[in-house]
């Protein structure tokens, strides 16, 4: 059973940065794409960036295209998301999650029905 750990969260001014990172336990890590995904304070989950097992495909959120880019090394078991140009309303709690099925690498990255494991989340907080 695979686990993955978020960290780097924390409190940053707008117009700061952040990376996250989210580091899988377990095998086959590069089998799987990985998404991050968001929950502002009192709304719903959203989607914020994607990207398929070799890194090739990458998907963005529109409210946080051109601001965020997720990568991952595949030696390392570990996904990145860096954070730029920061804004108050991307203070939420940060969830990275890896997909149930390791053929899953196209625009369905985007939903959240095709993750089967969730981390625990960071939280980013950005002050104005």
């Known amino acids: 059973q695979v686990q993955l750990a978020e960290s780097g969260g924390g409190l940053v001014q707008a117009g700061g940065s952040l990376r996250l990172s989210c580091v899988a336990s377990g095998r086959d890590f590069g089998l799987y794409s990985m998404g991050w995904f968001r929950q502002p304070p009192g709304k719903e989950r959203e989607f914020a960036a994607a990207?398929?097992?070799?890194?090739?495909?990458?998907y963005y959120g529109d409210s946080v295209k051109d601001r965020f880019t997720i990568s991952r090394d595949n030696a390392k078991n570990t996904v990145y998301l860096e954070m730029y140009s920061l804004k108050p309303e991307d203070t939420a709690v940060y969830y990275c999650?890896?997909?149930?099925?390791?053929?899953?690498?196209?625009?369905?990255?985007?939903?959240?029905?095709?993750?089967?494991?969730w981390g625990q989340g960071t939280p980013v907080t950005v002050s104005s």
């Open positions: 990207l398929s097992r070799n890194g090739g495909l990458t």
């Open positions: 999650a890896q997909t149930a099925s390791p053929f899953i690498g196209d625009a369905r990255l985007k939903k959240e029905d095709v993750y089967g494991t």
